[in-house]
């Protein structure tokens, strides 16, 4: 072989094995790239696995505020019996908070009577106890009472703690009520009144007058000073001194003789009526004599709404005192006319 051709395969030769170890470097980068994958998707996978970690661990430290509301303890209900429960309420109310009250129970009243009854001075009695709130004549306002939807709104205003007058005590009160007059809209929407006081566990406490005679001189009088305004041009139906129920005894009324048994005998059918409209509900039947004669009767008031015992007292004062022929104008006429009724009854009876 010529030196040319011998020269020519040894250069082949050698560019043979060049090309065979230049082709191994490449071989070694693959592997050095494949281990960087690795470990790139292993660090993936820790950082993945830190991260769910640390959002369980801040989930279990600092728990969602909204998780925390939510949960709320019911107001437990110590010592008290099955039949209790429906006349325990725990009120939310809309214009304030009850606060640390917020689990005292409170118990839903109305006294339930007639004007010149007694009523008046009755809760006066009533709001001298700590825990009592008795709002008052609410319904005197007609449109309270213009139907029986009103009279419901203004019920759950009253009953919720949303209703405000000098008597208030609300965030701590144990027996919230009001007074209400049989000619207040309660009679005409009796039926509705008597189902909510169901639902609701409302009870009824009834003041009357066992003298119904007693009570004609005291609206007699009233509607005389309405007009006549005796102390000095003011009306005043309650007084709280003996020199201003003095000045307003000295007025004696005259009674009409031809209308007097029909006016007696129709207060005594609407006193039954009431007590029969009210009659499923829980109540209980108080008369203002039987109080004036023997406080200790308030403490049956007191256990009926589950009241613990306090002295009761008021600063209101008798206006008519002494025996009816002092009280009234034309008593002899009176007194024949009701000789020989059922009703002679009421020329005696005094406290």
């Known amino acids: 072989m010529p030196f040319s051709a011998v020269s020519m395969a ?6 043979h094995k060049g090309a065979t170890i230049i082709m ?36 279990y430290i ?12 019911p107001c437990q209900k110590l010592n008290v019996q ?22 005292n129970p409170v118990r839903y009243f109305a006294i339930l009577s007639m004007q010149r009854s007694g009523s008046g001075w009755f809760e006066t009695l009533l709001n001298s106890h700590i825990n009592v709130s008795s709002n008052g004549e609410i319904f005197s306002v007609k449109g309270r009472r213009a139907n029986a939807s009103m009279i419901m709104t203004t019920l759950d205003r009253v009953y919720n703690l ?4 000098s008597a208030s005590k609300n965030q701590c009160s144990a027996a919230i009520g009001f007074k209400w007059m049989l000619n207040q809209g309660l009679m005409e ?26 009570r004609m001189i005291s609206v007699l009088a009233n509607s005389y000073d309405r007009y006549a305004s005796q102390l000095n041009g003011t009306h005043k139906s309650h007084v709280h001194s003996l020199e201003e129920a003095n000045a307003l005894a000295r007025y004696k009324p005259t009674f009409n003789l031809s209308s007097l048994l029909t006016d007696l005998k129709e207060v005594e059918l609407t006193v039954m009526k009431a007590l029969e409209y009210f009659n499923s509900t829980r109540h209980i039947v108080l008369y203002y004599e039987d109080i004036v004669k023997d406080r200790s009767k308030l403490f049956e008031v007191e256990d009926f709404l589950k009241l613990p015992h306090m002295h009761l007292t008021s600063r209101q004062v008798k206006i008519h005192k002494g025996t009816l022929a002092k009280l009234i104008s034309n008593w002899e006429d009176v007194n024949k006319t009701l000789i020989g009724t059922v009703y002679e009854r009421f020329l005696h009876s005094d406290y």
């Not at 070694?28 to 661990?57: D, E, P, T």
């Not at 949303?162 to 007058?165: I, K, L, M, S, V």
């Not at 929407?189 to 008597?194: A, G, K, L, M, N």
């Open 189 to 214: 929407h009796h039926e509705s009144i008597v189902k909510y006081f169901n639902q609701r566990g409302v009870s009824a406490i009834f003041l009357f007058r066992r003298n119904l005679l007693r």
């Open 24 to 59: 191994k470097p490449p071989k070694k980068s693959s592997s050095v790239f494949l281990r960087m994958i690795v470990i790139g998707f292993a660090m993936a996978c820790g950082i993945y696995i830190c991260i769910i970690c640390l959002k369980q661990a801040n989930t």
């Open 62 to 73: 600092n728990p969602p505020l909204v998780d925390m509301q939510l949960v709320q303890r």
């Open 10 to 15: 040894e250069d082949l030769c050698m560019f």
């Open 82 to 103: 099955e039949f209790e429960i429906p006349h325990l309420h725990y009120p939310k109310p809309e214009t304030f908070s009850r606060a640390e009250c917020a689990c």
């Open 162 to 165: 949303d209703w405000f007058t």
